[in-house]
């Protein structure tokens, strides 16, 4: 279509830049099928949403009495919210928390504590 009008190549062949050559092709079609064999072979990676590691038991017994002692040093004076809290932290099981709780992220566990406890200090 256009070789035939317009030609400043006296007369040459063009041709487009959509066409190509079968060898071509095949060759850029086998790095890129090594590539994906490759990718297919590799395990898939684990994405977790927030990026953050998962908590074991001890870290939540961890952050569970760091959080309440932050809670009773804030209502020192208060006689009724820290026995509350006392009370709170001796029936506290780890592992219904973490079956009730799975994967749970430190961002995770601030959000679920604030909820559990807000009946305590309020």
């Known amino acids: ?23 071509k092709h095949h060759e850029q079609q086998q790095p890129q099928n090594q590539e994906k064999n490759l990718l297919d072979e590799e395990e898939q990676d684990e994405v977790k949403i927030g990026g953050m590691p998962i908590l074991t038991e001890d870290e939540i017994l961890f952050l569970v009495k760091e959080y309440i002692q932050k809670l009773k040093d804030e209502h020192i004076g208060e006689e009724k919210v820290i026995k509350k809290l006392d009370k709170y932290l001796e029936k506290f099981n780890v592992q219904k928390f973490m079956k009730q709780n799975p994967n749970i992220t430190v961002k995770d566990f601030y ?8 009946d305590y200090t309020g």
């Open 111 to 118: 959000m679920i504590m604030f909820n559990e406890i807000s």
């Open 1 to 23: 279509m256009f070789n035939s009008v317009n030609n400043p190549f006296d007369n040459r062949r063009i041709t487009s830049s959509t066409s190509s050559d079968g060898n």
